[in-house]
């Protein structure tokens, strides 16, 4: 009935024109109460080189820009600290934004848009936050720029006693790629040497698993030493251990010595076994890289002169190349089957290294097109 209907004594309006709190409408209710308590200033702690911030006395990541993950950071807290009002059964935070741009440490003010239900009926609030930001250095970044607290070393050298570059590029864009999360914290630093580098790092078990990654990628072989470098403060002893990291600079198509006998490298399987042609024997055969290191191996003195082929056709019965060494004049035709591609890419116009051996050719390396 029309004559029941209750009026806001603050604005005059009915429950038929809005709906109520109490005794007040919502509008009212939250121009008097409000929706929810929330601290009127709140710090931010982050860390200015990798963007970490401090929370509950931990380092947490990142979720993104600093200004995001200040925007996350205070959601948490805010959240946290959130207490609705008398007759507000449940608020949250709907949404919150800076009132400028956040340009590095300073005071800023956060707009948080409260929102809050009663019953079927929700409201909304806009509060302001006082904003604290202050940058810092995290403990992680503190032991990479002073190169200090690590307890283990990787040494990664070459099996000709020096790194070439175009390994030591290969290895750095390896560990970019593939180590994240816990395995690149732990990594304090990189010290460059003339043989090679050493990788710096803060956990023994952490370096052991970087170990493994680069044995089964670069066929590398570890040892690992373990020097007492002191003690610590409990009074317990404090070692450093030291991975002995040993790559060897042999790619596809190269000849070596294996235990004094010739080889082709061809290529490295899936499960990190070398695939190699024996010289003497013509045959192919697999071999782990642990027993590559145990046999010994060493450039092939002299080398043996692989051949520059070009693609010319190819079905499932007759495989024919142009040599390109002859001025692309001479044609070199042999059965599909006697030829073995070790290459991603083995189409009609590019140009291969190739190893023949009698009647079969061994494609062991992509030139492109000719």
């Known amino acids: 009935m ?20 109490g005794p007040l409408c919502k509008d009212c209710y939250v121009e008097v109460y409000g929706v929810a308590r ?27 820009t600093i200004e ?20 507000i059964v449940e608020a949250w935070i709907g949404d919150i934004r800076l009132d400028r741009e956040f340009t590095g440490p300073g005071i800023y003010n956060a707009y948080v848009r409260v929102q809050g239900r009663h019953g079927r009926v929700e409201v909304v609030e806009e509060k302001v936050v006082n904003v604290k930001a202050d940058a810092a250095v995290c403990p992680s970044c503190t032991r990479r720029i002073t190169k200090r607290g690590y307890n283990a070393v ?18 750095n864009v390896f560990l970019s790629e593939n180590l994240s999360g816990r395995l690149a914290e732990s990594i304090i630093g990189l010290e460059e040497h003339r043989e090679g580098f050493d990788i ?8 052991r698993m970087i170990a493994a990654k680069l044995r089964s990628n670069f066929m590398a072989k570890t040892i690992e030493t373990f020097k007492l470098v002191g003690r610590n403060p409990d009074g317990s002893r404090k070692g450093r251990l030291t991975i002995s990291v040993r790559i060897p600079e042999i790619e596809p198509g190269d000849i070596i010595l294996v235990d ?11 499960g990190g076994n070398l695939l190699l042609v ?38 499932k019965n007759t495989t024919i190349f142009l040599d390109a060494e002859s001025g692309y004049q001479d044609v070199v035709e042999v059965p ?26 061994y494609v062991v390396k992509d030139l492109g097109d000719g």
Request: with cysteine; proline share 5%.
């Open 38 to 64: 929330l601290p009127e200033k709140a710090g931010f702690v982050y860390c200015q080189y990798c963007g970490r911030y401090k929370y509950q006395g931990g380092w947490n990541e990142p979720s993104g």
């Open 2 to 21: 029309a004559g029941s209907s209750r009026i806001c004594p603050r604005c005059g309006r009915s429950e038929e024109e809005v709906e109520f709190i």
């Open 278 to 315: 024996d010289l003497e024997r013509g045959r192919e055969e697999y071999m782990s890289s642990d027993l590559l290191w145990q046999k010994g191996f060493k450039p092939y003195p002299g080398g043996v002169e692989l051949k520059r082929y070009m693609l010319i056709s190819r079905d």
């Open 336 to 361: 599909s089957n006697s030829v073995k591609i070790y290459v991603d890419k083995f189409t009609e116009g590019r140009e291969y290294k190739v190893f023949q051996a009698g009647t079969k050719i």
């Open 200 to 207: 710096l790092v803060d956990d023994p078990s952490i370096a």
């Open 154 to 171: 990787l040494q990664v050298r070459s099996s000709r006693g020096r790194l070439s570059d175009s390994l030591r590029e290969r290895v």
């Open 68 to 87: 995001e993950t200040l925007l996350d950071y205070l959601s948490i807290v805010l959240t946290r600290r959130l207490r609705p009002i008398e007759n």
């Open 260 to 270: 004094g006998r010739p080889y082709l490298f061809l290529a490295t399987s899936r």
